[in-house]
């Protein structure tokens, strides 16, 4: 049945926690499970597919926010840890007891700012759970977890 445009996925029936642990191992981004009997049903979610993230952390520092939409921008060090590596946005997650602590503490810190954005010295770190780097070097989806102190 196998095509250049269709192909059979392979599975595993029984073995779903053992095959997560495999993923995680790998440091796959994750899995889909599905109740044995179920279709898949275009345009909207159902609760007999579920995709199971294996989430990681990185520890990323504020280098700036937006200024309309709220926006982090987070970076890492770069390889010679001369300068910071632009590694992404974060914008879930945060939570008004979160962003009023950043804001009470980050006007000490501007560097500058353009039409955009507010830019900070890379003082204030934060943990963030993503789904993975991309290629590119970026976070995959970045969800602040916790500020680091």
């Not at 946005?89 to 979160?98: D, S």
């Not at 954005?117 to 602040?144: A, C, D, E, Q």
């Amino acid at each position: 049945m196998n095509s250049a445009h269709f192909g059979v996925v392979p599975y595993v029936e029984g073995a779903g926690e053992a095959l997560f642990t495999q993923i995680q191992a790998r440091k796959m981004e994750g899995v889909v499970g599905k109740r044995k009997d179920s279709a898949y049903e275009t345009g909207r979610r159902s609760d007999k597919w579920r995709k199971v993230i294996n989430w990681t952390y990185a520890d990323v520092f504020i280098t700036g926010y937006r200024k309309e939409e709220f926006g982090w921008l987070a970076a890492v060090p770069a390889l010679d840890n001369a300068k910071m590596r632009p590694a992404g946005i974060i914008e879930l997650c945060t939570n008004p007891t979160h962003k009023k602590a950043f804001y009470n503490v980050v006007k000490p810190l501007v560097t500058g700012e353009d039409r955009n954005f507010v830019y900070v010295v890379p003082r204030i770190r934060v943990r963030v759970k993503i789904r993975n780097w991309t290629r590119s070097g970026m976070l995959r989806s970045p969800v602040f977890t916790e500020f680091i102190v």
